[in-house]
Each structure stands twice: as C-alpha cells, then as structure tokens.
C-alpha cells in the first residue's frame, strides 16, 4: 500500500536551477496539495487542486507552478530556486477538497537544499 | 490568513506526567484536526473535531474543541516515550483545500 510517494527525498540545486518534486498517488483522491515546512512556521499551502485539471493558489505560491493532467500526480515546479526556497516540501492528498474534516494522507517529504 | 497560535512551542517531561497542548485563534473554524509528526516523516491525522465543545478519546489522548470553535486542546495522560514528537493542529473554516496548520509543539517525553 504506497499511499503518497514523493519523489526525490533529498535534493541540492545551486541559485537559479529549475526542479520537479514529484508526488503520487494511488488512493483514487480527488484532493491533492503540496505544503513546504519551515522551523517555527508550520506547514504553509503552496498550490492545491481539487481534481484532474484544476489547480489553485494555496498561501505562498510564489517561485512555484503545478499541474494535475492525471488525479494521480502533482509535481511541484520550482522555476528558478532561490535559497529562500530550502525547506522541507510535503505532498498531501484526501479523498475530497470539498468537505471539510476529510482524512488528509502525507508524503514523507522532499528535503531541498538551494546553496 | 487564519493564525493558529499553539502553545507550549516546546515540552520536555517524564514518563507518566500528564500534560496539555492548546490551540488558539480568533477565528472560528467548520472543524480542527490534531496530527503527530515523527522525525522524517510527514504528519499523521490523530482526530478531526467539528462540533463545538466536542471531546474525542483516542486511549490516552484527550482532545477537546472549544464551544465557539475557536480553539481546542489535547490532553494526553500517562506519557510514553513513545509518544514524543511534533503536533500540529490544522483548521479550515469551510472545505480541505484551505486548510491551516498550526506552528506545532515539539513533545519528549524520557524515561
């Protein structure tokens, strides 16, 4: 039972390379998500989608872009890393956006090192 | 953007003290969830509340949602080592997709 899967687990861009974080999921979920984590900071929403073809601006999207071609994947594009983007990056995925208090699955998170 | 205030930031006790975490805000949320994140992982649910004034039993964890749906708590008696770890409390004030996590608190708990 894979569950979500992120993909790589540890990574180290230089200032300016662009890289994909990819996640998956097996589950059949409609709701799909990507949160970066930060010392003292929580989990912060970077992007979002509610199904295949439908993504949204979670609380900072900036630096980032995703796409949902298939409900299955949601890869998280850094265009142009910045140091201010170490962190480390979380894939979630639930059964529904639309309802609050849905059983949210996590990944075991990408560790992004951006020297 | 919601604020999800948690308190304490960290906690270092015993085994077999009894202790509380709490989560606080102004705002007032459809429902609260209460996860543990173990070193290298991601977070794992514990319970969802939606009820004002709701108390949900998980074996020795006691979690509470305020009667205004503003803030809640989570009591766990009888500490194990095992039970070390970050929690973090999330709320949305309607659906998933907006959903907001708290800065966590960091739990050991030694022999």
């Known amino acids: 039972n894979a569950g979500v899967t992120q993909t790589p687990k540890f990574q180290v861009l230089k200032t300016g390379q662009s890289m994909t974080l990819q996640c998956a999921q097996d589950?059949?979920?409609?709701?799909m998500s990507w949160y970066r984590q930060d010392p003292g900071m929580g989990l912060r929403l970077i992007h979002y989608s509610v199904g295949a073809g439908i993504t949204d601006q979670g609380e900072v999207p900036n630096g980032y872009n995703v796409s949902r071609s298939t409900t299955e994947d949601f890869p998280l594009r850094l265009l142009s890393a910045a140091p201010s983007q170490t962190s480390v990056y979380f894939c979630?995925?639930?059964?529904?956006?639309?309802?609050?208090?849905?059983?949210?699955?996590f990944g075991e998170g990408s560790w992004l090192t951006v020297v | 953007t919601q604020l999800l205030e948690q308190s304490p930031q960290f906690l270092s006790i015993q085994e077999g003290e009894n202790l509380t975490v709490y989560c606080n805000s102004s705002?007032?949320?459809?429902?609260l969830q209460w996860y543990r994140q173990e070193p290298g992982e991601g977070p794992v649910l514990l319970v969802t509340?939606?009820?004002?004034?709701e108390v949900k039993k998980l074996k020795r964890l006691t979690f509470q949602f305020g009667d205004a749906r503003k803030d809640s708590s989570l009591h766990i008696t009888a500490a194990q080592p095992g039970d070390t770890g970050l929690y973090l409390c999330a709320a949305s004030t309607g659906t998933a997709s907006k959903l907001t996590f708290g800065t966590g608190t960091r739990l050991q708990v030694t022999l």
């Open positions: 589950m059949n979920h409609e709701y």
């Open positions: 509340v939606v009820t004002g004034g």
């Open positions: 705002s007032v949320f459809s429902s």
């Open positions: 979630a995925s639930s059964l529904s956006g639309q309802r609050s208090g849905n059983t949210i699955y």
